[in-house]
Nanobody, 129 residues
């Protein structure tokens, strides 16, 4: 497993941008697909974005497609979520998560919460209207 710590949340006006980062510890980071999930008050945790072990494949929830971009840098064990054109409905606690380990050539991009075995503590994102 890997240990994950998120940063970069905050308060932003609708239409603005935020960049979330997730720092991972452990030598096997590059064996894990990395995902971002979010949970709003009173709602279930939902998938936001995912990136494969080498970064060659990504996936997004329909609600964020075209606005959010996930990326990773395996040299520094970091995954990033760039969020643009933010909307009030994007308000939630955002968590990064790791799924795996997978083969170094895997292009699998898991979307279900149950597929992830390591989670960060989460960071609050609030979008005001």
């Amino acid at each position: 497993q890997v240990q994950l710590v998120e940063s970069g949340g905050g308060l932003v006006q609708a239409g603005g941008s935020l960049r979330l980062s997730c720092a991972a510890s452990g030598r096997t980071f590059s064996s894990y697909a990395m995902g971002w999930f979010r949970q709003a008050p009173g709602k279930e945790r939902e998938f936001v974005a995912v990136i494969s072990v080498r970064g060659g494949v990504t996936g997004y929830a329909d609600s964020v497609k075209g606005r959010f971009t996930i990326s990773r840098d395996n040299a520094v064990n970091t995954v990033t979520l760039q969020m643009n054109s933010l909307k009030p409905e994007d308000t939630a606690v955002y968590s990064c998560a790791a799924a795996g380990p997978y083969s170094s050539i895997s292009v699998y991009v898991p979307r279900r919460v149950s597929e992830y075995n390591s989670w960060g503590q989460g960071t609050q994102v609030t979008v005001s209207s």
